[in-house]
């Protein structure tokens, strides 16, 4: 196993800037997501990474090895691209085959090495089919047998998996996931869907602007955001403005505590609640820790799950999320109360 370090990478193209001092450690076996949205320059770091993209300024190491200036070619990666770039004219199997023909590995060892990535990626019997005759999970499959077949160091995956529906995107997650594990692979993966960055990682990296601006285990950074930026991209978050005291942040008159340090008395103060964190009361004696009264402006029903849309007393928009095997009996128009654990309340940068 190999790990792969980048140190301080910058990037341009023309006049505008694209990656900004990036330096990350991508840990040997280890998957990690590249989340941000477009023109963060998440994909030009992976292609720098790759050696697709000189950098600027900065290198880049490979198990210890600096290969800044080393070609695609003598890298040892495996890269699945957003596309595929599946060989229509060849078979599964001859697709496959390419990039060991291209190494220089042919025969029977060459056709065993082969077949033996198409059971791993679950395409046994498979192998006379052109990619015309694949569904998109499959023709997935096959660039990535493709990608691994020549055992490299590391595998970069560009998006591979934006190009699937909902339901087949999330058994393909449970399917790369295996695949990365068994062998034990460091993987670096783009992705700009949230909930593909929670359940593939064992490390997400927010990047906003060309610079990474949080980066950890997937429940650190979704439980504990640094900023208003990275808790509202990695999935929804209430904003509360409000104002520092020695005991907690007042806010539309309520005193809401937290967990976290706080500056100084009489500072502005932005906490962070997660939706789902909080619940939902006709009254404000069955409400515990944190509590907020809101008006209900709207019930958002989607099957397992319905959202409420609240005002609280200042105007500010507020969301919850609730499971529907306990949605609370509010209505339109009625006042609540809403209420939280002080650990929940996380404060983040503005």
Known sequence: MVGVDVAGVSKGFGAVPVLDDVSAAFAPGMLTSLLGPSGSGKTTLLRIIAGFETPDRGSVRIGGETVTDTPVWRRQIGMVFQSYALFPHMTVLQNVLFGLHRRGVRGTDAIARARATLDLVRLGGFEARRPAQLSGGQQQRVALARAIVTGPRVLLLDEPLSALDRRLRQEMQVELRRIQRTLNLTTIFVTHDQEEALTLSDTVAILDHGRIVQSGAPAEVYERPRSRFAASFLG???????????????????????????????????????PEKIGLDTADSAADGNTLPAIVQQIIYAGAASTFLLAAEDGTLLRVFAQNRDVPAAALGQRVVLHWAPAHSVVVAA
């Open 236 to 274: 929804d978050a209430n904003f509360l403005a409000g104002t520092a005291t020695a005991d907690g942040v007042v806010v539309s008159g309520r005193l809401l505590r937290t967990a976290d340090p706080l500056p100084s008395p009489g500072s502005a103060v932005t906490l962070a609640v997660r």
